[in-house]
T-cell receptor
Framework: GDSVTQMEGPVTLSEEAFLTINCTYTATGYPSLFWYVQYPGEGLQLLLK???ADDKGSNKGFEATYRKETTSFHLEKGSVQVSDSAVYFC?????????WGAGTKLIIKP | DADVTQTPRNRITKTGKRIMLECSQT?????MYWYRQDPGLGLQLIYY???????NKGEISDGYSVSRQAQAKFSLSLESAIPNQTALYFC???????????FGPGTRLTVL
């Protein structure tokens, strides 16, 4: 079945560092791909999405490109802030159902 | 006001008790979902509903039931709660024309 694998956390960075959180997927066809973010004590928010190969989703300085050849959707940000500390989830849509990665906790130190 | 609301936000209960978690949405979406989140496991789908008369089991429906009282309301029940149902529960909604799901703030349930 379809699945999503993302890098284990926690990932700890200093403020203004470059961020990459790896996400790879296994799926039949070419599903839409998502990054959701969960800030401490809050629910899940859609961060960005891409619906087809080579699409780039972007929001709040974060970017991810749908790479069909490597079945990847890595999340990047050029300069992280303390306020970016959260848990980040990669997901794909399989029919009606979202298939989730386990989440990566990001800790940004001032 | 939030588009997707869940009540209660936190609940502590005892083994064997019946619990109902409620979800309401003002987004006008037809589709609603209940997920469970356990640490390190991402989210797992419990039940989903594509309209008021359509209810479907997800991957982990055992021990749970749902009711879609109206387009805007979708409730999750634990008939006889057990400790391994301790988790964070999320409701989500989506429109039939897009694949993006919108989540409520979650209900933290503890079963003692």
């Amino acid at each position: 079945g379809d699945s999503v694998t993302q890098m284990e956390g926690p990932v700890t960075l200093s403020e203004e560092a470059f961020l990459t959180i790896n996400c790879t997927y296994t799926a039949t066809g070419y599903p839409s791909l998502f990054w959701y973010v969960q800030y401490p004590g809050e629910g899940l928010q859609l961060l960005l999405k891409a619906t087809k190969a080579d699409d780039k989703g972007s929001n709040k300085g974060f970017e991810a490109t749908y790479r069909k050849e490597t079945t990847s959707f890595h999340l990047e940000k050029g300069s992280v802030q303390v306020s970016d500390s959260a848990v980040y989830f990669c997901a794909l849509i399989s029919g009606y159902q979202l298939i989730w990665g386990a989440g990566t906790k990001l800790i940004i130190k001032p | 006001d939030a588009d997707v609301t869940q009540t209660p936000r936190n609940r502590i209960t005892k083994t064997g008790k019946r619990i109902m978690l409620e979800c309401s949405q003002t987004k006008g979406h037809d589709r609603m979902y209940w997920y469970r989140q356990d640490p390190g496991l991402g989210l797992q789908l419990i039940y989903y509903s594509f309209d008021v008369k359509d209810i479907n089991k997800g991957e982990i429906s055992d021990g749970y039931s749902v009711s879609r009282q109206a387009q805007a309301k979708f409730s999750l029940s634990l008939e006889s709660a057990i400790p391994n149902q301790t988790a964070l529960y999320f409701c989500a909604t989506s429109d039939q024309n897009t694949d993006t799901q919108y989540f409520g703030p979650g209900t933290r349930l503890t079963v003692l």
